[in-house]
């Protein structure tokens, strides 16, 4: 019964496990969907964002063309805190780097929100003198500076010299993830080009970090075909990677980014519940089990109470029993006495355990002739009642005489030991007790047996 309960537990909590599996993947895979969302109207933003301050300061460029640089510096309202940093040794701003500052000023004045977010830093890099303007304070550049430079920023592809002929055609280049000199953590930058007078002068950027990706179990695999670049945001470790949920967003003309969600991932991570559920449903079962068999042991219990060891017929306690005094109250019954004839003779003549045999032949006769329904009892010695509920006279009296013919027809007769028996037959009568209705029912058994004699 064990291993039933073990292969009951196993498959009802695997059940319950892919139920959970497919409500809970379904909540998750719409999170996911959510934060895709999310991720991809963030970078929608921001391109937006350094496209607009591109344009804007290539249309400063050509209305102030007349300007010098001091006169733009001295024209502009400073009112947040930048930064600048010189990655060569001319320190002061010329008439490019002026414009793309004062367009940085004048654009917080609009959109306030672009300068207010964590984890995100917005930075012009001018070509015409070498410089990085930040829209605030980056600590511990100073000491890095060489580590910015063109040099660097074309190896990592994070600035527009490293693009091809042909893709900055939408003005945004987005960079492959990078470490940050400074902070030694992964970016990637979002930029577009600053053009005046036919040529590149500058780009605005926005460098985003990744920590948050990582912390979450994110990866980053870059794969490049035909100089277009397949970005792939996933989670590592996890078997059958290739059966994921996927979302696409095209980033610009050269970036396609793809999230993989695997499914095995809402299994591992939720593999605990199958564990719950063996638990409980194994402890549920053994628990039912267990209370199977106290009810089959008691009801053995009371069985053998009221059952007679010799032949497995009712006893006298049946008598006492409530189911079976409401089955007689519930309609007329017949009652057969039942004794067996010269048994004591048998006994004597042939030793007891012939005896106890004679017993059990009648008590076999009994059961093939009456129904399953009736009540067989074995009121002691080689006495026995037949209480047969529901039952007429006639047919009482019909099972009377295919008894005795069955009796008759037995084992020991090859022995020449004949076995009989003499009965009696009373119906009861509205409220009549039924030890009045055995008496009755004796009462004929006697005169039978008197008549006989």
Same mark, same amino acid.
């Not at 400063?60 to 309202?77: D, F, P, Y």
């Not at 930058?189 to 948050?212: A, C, N, R, T, W």
């Not at 989670?235 to 610009?252: C, E, I, L, N, R």
């Given at each position: 019964?064990?291993?039933?309960?073990?292969?009951?537990?196993?498959?009802? !909590?695997?059940?319950?496990?892919?139920?959970?599996?497919?409500?809970?993947?379904?909540?998750?895979?719409?999170?996911? &969907?959510?934060?895709?969302? @999310?991720? +991809?109207?963030?970078?929608?933003?921001?391109?937006?964002?350094?496209?607009?301050?591109?344009?804007?300061?290539?249309?400063? @460029?050509?209305?102030?063309?007349?300007?010098?640089?001091?006169?733009?510096?001295?024209?502009?309202?400073?009112?947040?805190?930048?930064?600048?940093?010189?990655?060569?040794?001319?320190?002061?701003?010329?008439?490019?780097?002026?414009?793309?500052?004062?367009?940085?000023?004048?654009?917080?004045?609009? /959109?306030?929100?672009?300068?207010?977010?964590? =984890?995100? *830093?917005?930075?012009?890099?001018?070509?015409?003198?070498?410089?990085?303007?930040?829209?605030?304070?980056?600590?511990?550049?100073?000491?890095?500076?060489?580590?910015?430079?063109?040099?660097?920023?074309?190896?990592?592809?994070?600035?527009?010299?490293?693009?091809?002929?042909?893709?900055?055609?939408?003005?945004?280049?987005?960079?492959?993830?990078?470490?940050?000199?400074?902070?030694?953590?992964?970016?990637?930058?979002?930029?577009?080009?600053?053009?005046?007078?036919?040529? @590149?002068? =500058?780009?605005? =950027?926005?460098? &985003?970090?990744?920590? !948050?990706?990582?912390?979450? =179990?994110?990866?980053?695999?870059?794969?490049?075909?035909?100089?277009?670049?397949?970005?792939?945001?996933?989670?590592?470790?996890?078997?059958?990677?290739?059966?994921?949920?996927?979302? +696409?967003?095209?980033?610009?003309?050269?970036?396609?980014?793809?999230?993989?969600?695997?499914?095995?991932?809402?299994?591992?991570?939720?593999?605990? %519940?199958? %564990?719950?559920?063996?638990?409980?449903?194994?402890?549920? $079962?053994?628990?039912?089990?267990?209370?199977?068999?106290?009810?089959?042991?008691?009801?053995?219990?009371?069985?053998?109470?009221?059952?007679?060891?010799?032949?497995?017929? $009712?006893?006298?306690?049946?008598?006492?029993?409530?189911?079976?005094?409401?089955?007689?109250?519930?309609?007329?019954?017949?009652?057969?006495? *039942?004794?067996?004839?010269? /048994?004591?003779?048998?006994?004597?003549?042939?030793?007891?355990?012939?005896? #106890?045999?004679?017993?059990?032949?009648?008590?076999?006769?009994?059961?093939?002739? $009456?129904?399953?329904?009736?009540?067989?009892?074995?009121?002691?010695?080689?006495?026995?009642?037949?209480?047969?509920?529901?039952?007429?006279?006639?047919?009482? !009296?019909?099972?009377?005489?295919?008894?005795?013919?069955?009796?008759?027809?037995?084992?020991?007769?090859?022995?020449?030991?004949?076995?009989?028996?003499?009965?009696?037959?009373?119906?009861?009568?509205?409220?009549?007790?039924?030890? #009045?209705?055995?008496?009755?029912? #004796?009462?004929?058994?006697?005169?039978?047996?008197?008549?006989? &004699?």
């Amino acid at each position: 019964m064990k291993l039933k309960n073990l292969y009951l537990s196993l498959f009802v !909590s695997l059940v319950l496990f892919m139920i959970s599996i497919t409500l809970i993947g379904a909540v998750v895979i719409s999170y996911e &969907v959510k934060q895709f969302s @999310l991720y +991809t109207e963030s970078v929608n933003k921001m391109k937006q964002k350094v496209i607009m301050l591109g344009l804007l300061t290539e249309e400063s @460029l050509k209305a102030n063309a007349h300007q010098s640089a001091q006169e733009v510096i001295s024209s502009t309202s400073y009112n947040f805190p930048d930064s600048i940093y010189p990655l060569s040794d001319s320190q002061e701003l010329d008439f490019v780097e002026a414009i793309a500052r004062k367009s940085m000023y004048e654009s917080e004045r609009f /959109v306030s929100s672009i300068y207010d977010r964590k =984890g995100i *830093i917005l930075y012009f890099r001018s070509y015409t003198q070498n410089k990085l303007i930040f829209d605030h304070p980056v600590e511990g550049l100073d000491s890095r500076k060489a580590e910015l430079n063109a040099q660097w920023c074309k190896k990592n592809h994070s600035c527009v010299l490293s693009a091809w002929n042909g893709q900055l055609t939408d003005r945004i280049l987005i960079s492959n993830p990078f470490k940050t000199p400074v902070t030694n953590t992964i970016a990637v930058s979002i930029m577009s080009p600053v053009y005046f007078e036919g040529k @590149l002068v =500058g780009e605005f =950027g926005e460098q &985003v970090h990744l920590d !948050s990706l990582y912390r979450e =179990g994110k990866a980053i695999d870059i794969t490049t075909n035909n100089g277009y670049k397949h970005v792939l945001l996933y989670f590592p470790d996890y078997p059958w990677p290739h059966v994921a949920y996927s979302q +696409t967003y095209m980033a610009d003309n050269n970036n396609l980014i793809v999230y993989d969600y695997p499914l095995s991932k809402v299994v591992v991570d939720y593999s605990f %519940l199958y %564990l719950i559920y063996f638990t409980v449903a194994f402890a549920y $079962f053994s628990k039912v089990q267990e209370t199977k068999q106290n009810r089959l042991d008691l009801a053995n219990a009371l069985s053998n109470a009221t059952k007679d060891e010799l032949t497995g017929l $009712f006893n006298r306690k049946v008598f006492r029993e409530e189911l079976f005094k409401r089955k007689l109250r519930a309609a007329p019954y017949s009652v057969i006495a *039942i004794d067996g004839d010269r /048994v004591k003779r048998i006994n004597d003549k042939y030793g007891h355990h012939v005896g #106890d045999e004679v017993i059990v032949i009648i008590a076999d006769a009994m059961r093939k002739v $009456f129904r399953t329904t009736d009540y067989l009892i074995r009121t002691g010695g080689d006495e026995f009642v037949a209480i047969l509920p529901g039952c007429s006279a006639s047919k009482a !009296s019909t099972l009377e005489k295919k008894l005795q013919d069955t009796v008759r027809e037995n084992p020991l007769k090859k022995m020449e030991v004949n076995i009989s028996v003499s009965t009696g037959l009373a119906i009861s009568n509205e409220n009549e007790s039924l030890q #009045d209705v055995i008496m009755r029912a #004796d009462e004929e058994l006697y005169e039978t047996k008197r008549q006989r &004699v």
